[in-house]
Nanobody, 123 residues
């Protein structure tokens, strides 16, 4: 299984970005898809996760209400719509997948990782 995140960039505070994650190598629909991020000097942290085609979603408190995770399993693609971006959202964002169903995710829960995409929020 290979995952590839894209869509990052440099934006001003308050702007929006949409990240995409494409999956190849196997059927993706049964896996949980998640987004994590890692800022310089910080540990990788959970951002959001989605089970199936949106029946269940989870968000970190820091992004709740601003970020929306979605997926189209038939297309093996996931998305992270980020709105009202803040400088503290600056990080490398990673998409990941796991077969583990739980209510809170950590990096060690993930079975597969994609290469990250940089998001920079600065005025």
């Amino acid at each position: 299984v290979q995952l590839q995140a894209s869509g990052g960039g440099s934006v001003q505070p308050g702007a929006s970005l949409r990240l995409s994650c494409t999956v190849s190598g196997r059927t993706f629909s049964s896996y949980v898809m998640a987004w994590f991020r890692q800022a310089p000097g910080n540990e990788r942290e959970f951002v959001a996760a989605i089970i199936r085609d949106g029946a269940i979603t989870y968000y970190a408190d820091a992004v709740k209400g601003r970020f929306t995770i979605s997926r189209v399993s038939a297309a093996n693609t996931g998305f992270l719509q980020m709105s009202s971006l803040k400088p503290e959202d600056t990080a490398v964002y990673y998409c990941a997948a796991t077969a583990l169903y739980k209510t809170n995710y950590f990096p060690n829960d993930m079975n597969y990782w994609g290469k990250g995409t940089q998001v920079t929020v600065s005025s």
